[in-house]
């Protein structure tokens, strides 16, 4: 059973420009949630998809937004970037079923980082 | 005020310690997670518990309802427990994804 993936492990771009983040989903699993993780803070959720739709927003501006595939796997963009961008980028994937509460699998996340 | 409150910040310990990290949160759960985080970022969930009491190996995570609070005890620490433990809460609803998160207990385990 393969986990969670994430690339690229590590980025760097320049304030202004536009970066897009994937994740592949553990195997049968189709939700995928997307979390910001500002060093020395907890994460903070950005995003969730499910079969291909979002399904749950955080507190972020619309140039934060996210797709999702049919084989699960998913992008997150983020346009016109900020200084404050600068984070780690972790997504999480899950068996959503008839519960309400299930495990969430993180993947190793990547290290985003604006100048 | 947060809504996931974790404490202590920071923890240090000498090996063989008993080691207890607090959560209060002040919303509605659906499920309470205990997650550990090592150097580098990776992610792994340790626990989900909405009630009671979960063990494995020497950890121990339980929770409260009534009072919403959940500990995290470490039995016989070690050194290759430091890492950050952070608790996250699954609200539940409409966001069956989304998780609020504490800002984590930086835990250090001395030989």
């Known amino acids: 059973e393969t986990g969670v993936t994430q690339s690229p492990t590590h980025l760097i771009k320049t304030r202004g420009q536009q970066v897009t983040l994937r994740c592949s989903s553990q195997?049968?699993?189709?939700?995928v949630s997307w979390y910001q993780q500002a060093l020395g803070q907890g994460p903070q959720f950005i995003f969730q998809?499910?079969?291909?739709?979002?399904?749950g927003r955080g507190n972020f501006p619309p140039r934060f937004s996210g797709l999702q595939f049919p084989n699960y796997s998913s992008e997150l963009n983020v346009n016109a970037l900020e200084l404050d961008d600068s984070a780690l980028y972790l997504c999480?994937?899950?068996?959503?079923?008839?519960?309400?509460?299930?495990?969430?699998?993180f993947g190793p996340g990547t290290r985003l980082t604006v100048t | 005020k947060n809504e996931v409150e974790q404490s202590p910040q920071n923890l240090t310990a000498q090996e063989g310690e008993f080691i207890t990290i607090n959560c209060s949160y002040s919303?509605?759960?659906?499920?309470l997670h205990w997650l550990q985080q090592h150097p580098g970022g990776g992610i792994v969930s340790l626990f989900m518990?909405?009630?009671g009491k979960k063990k494995h190996g020497r950890l121990i995570a339980t929770i409260n309802i009534q009072e919403k609070h959940s500990s995290l005890h470490i039995t016989a620490s070690h050194p290759r427990d430091s890492a950050v433990y952070i608790c996250?809460?699954?609200?539940?609803?409409?966001?069956?994804?989304?998780?609020?998160f504490g800002q984590g207990t930086i835990l250090t385990v001395h030989p």
């Open positions: 999480a994937s899950s068996p959503r079923g008839a519960s309400r509460t299930y495990e969430q699998y």
């Open positions: 195997s049968g699993h189709n939700t």
């Open positions: 998809y499910y079969r291909e739709e979002e399904n």
């Open positions: 919303v509605g759960i659906s499920a």
């Open positions: 518990l909405s009630s």
């Open positions: 996250a809460v699954g609200s539940g609803g409409t966001s069956y994804g989304k998780l609020t």
